[in-house]
Nanobody, 123 residues
Framework: QVQLVESGGGLVQAGGSLRLSCAASGRTFSSYAMGWFRQAPGKEREFVAAINWSGGSTSYADSVKGRFTISRDNAKNTVYLQMNSLKPEDTAVYYC????????????????WGQGTQVTVSS
């Protein structure tokens, strides 16, 4: 069993930056692919970024490519999402997720989910 706890959300002005962290419990974190998803009010949860177990492969949604960077530190059991050049449309609850399989943009591929952290970008 893996527990995921997100942190780092908050209120930021458009053009600003935030770094989200997701701390995982358990000794098998380094074997999991990890992903970030987000859900805005009234919208479905959508893929943001994913990273494989080693950190050697990543994938991004087109809407965040070039602005967001996903990374991980297996020694610290933590995955990060660096968000730069934030826009009001990035406002959402951001969720961290862990997959025992390959990293994916599909939410059904993930086995574990955090409770989310709110990111609000003001214009």
């Amino acid at each position: 069993q893996v527990q995921l706890v997100e942190s780092g959300g908050g209120l930021v002005q458009a053009g600003g930056s935030l770094r989200l962290s997701c701390a995982a419990s358990g000794r098998t974190f380094s074997s999991y692919a990890m992903g970030w998803f987000r859900q805005a009010p009234g919208k479905e949860r959508e893929f943001v970024a994913a990273i494989n177990w080693s950190g050697g492969s990543t994938s991004y949604a087109d809407s965040v490519k070039g602005r967001f960077t996903i990374s991980r530190d297996n020694a610290k059991n933590t995955v990060y999402l660096q968000m730069n050049s934030l826009k009001p449309e990035d406002t959402a609850v951001y969720y961290c997720a862990g997959s025992r399989g390959v990293y994916s943009a599909k939410n059904y591929a993930y086995d574990y989910w955090g409770q989310g952290t709110q990111v609000t970008v003001s214009s």
